[in-house]
């Protein structure tokens, strides 16, 4: 039975007390309540959710946006299903959905949102993979329409976003491996225009200069996110004239190839070169030697987003007295073996 018009025929009772009694008002008694929750559950009624949202103007339902790539989608189990747990455990406070939405490798992110924005799909958003110029910000700008970017870009002003530590991660990574004698590190940075790629380049270009060591170029090694990128850098490293005597690599699933390229040429990682991964990841804790990496907590992460998400939409800001604000998401430092050698002076 899905009408409310026949649940309250069958209890005779008013549409008027049914729906309020469904909607949980305070002008129904908690017998006649009761009643009709009881009836609704044994007759199978569902509320046309479709129909009060319109008549509402909200649809009671966040959009998470990522793009759906091959990368994505290999490392989607681990990221997005972590981060999600957390946005979930904090929209379910107040009733309301998460769906994600996957941008086609094929498509243009911007067009993609376009589409999604004039159909009104969503009360709000959370969009990833933030470019260094993002339309996508420009355009939930202009539509006035609740987000949070996870990701920094230097499109649209003043917006709301919570990004790593990308700059925290490579200080740490160029510290631990000066203090081991190292000089020439190398790093394996996207090959796309994602803003973290840009923002981790500079950070480390900074961080050896505090160093007294000159930035060169040619140790920036550019690879695609992915276990495929990590053998491409494996390779493209072993290529280079006086080679680099360590490396970090700012995704996680590229130390799965990186380690298979060395391997393959007979270099031992942690051994003939020291490795610092960017985030520890289950498939990762199975390479030898251990890899140092960087831990986080993506549940926790998926609460910030959520907690900060509703604290920009007037309905739930006032359940969020820490207000908007733009986070900076820590990593801590995990040791491991494969930079563990000191270079002999």
Known sequence: MKGIRQLARH???SIGTVSRALNGKPDVNEETRKRVLAAAEELGYVANQSGRSLRQGTTNVIGLMIESTKETVENSDNFFLGVTGGLQSVLARHKLDLIMLPCPNDEDPHEYLKRMVARRVVDALIISATQRVDKRIDLLVKAKIPFVALGRSSSGGSYTWIDLDFEGVAASAVDRLVS??????????PSNDINLGYIFVDAYQRSLERHGIAYDPSLVIRVKSSEQGGYQAGH?????????TAIILIYELMAIGFYRRLTEAGVVPGRDV?????????????????????????????????ETLLATMPAYSEHYP???HNTIWPLELVPGESDAFTLAN
């Open 322 to 324: 820490k207000g908007v």
């Open 180 to 189: 081991k004698g190292h000089r020439r590190i190398a790093i394996a940075a």
């Open 236 to 244: 493209e490293m072993l290529r280079l004239d006086g080679k680099p």
């Open 11 to 13: 209890l005779d009772i």
């Open 274 to 306: 020291a490795v610092i991964g960017f985030r520890e990841e289950p498939r990762g804790k199975f390479l030898q030697p251990s890899l140092t990496c960087f831990r986080m907590s993506l549940r926790d992460l998926g609460v910030e987003l959520a």
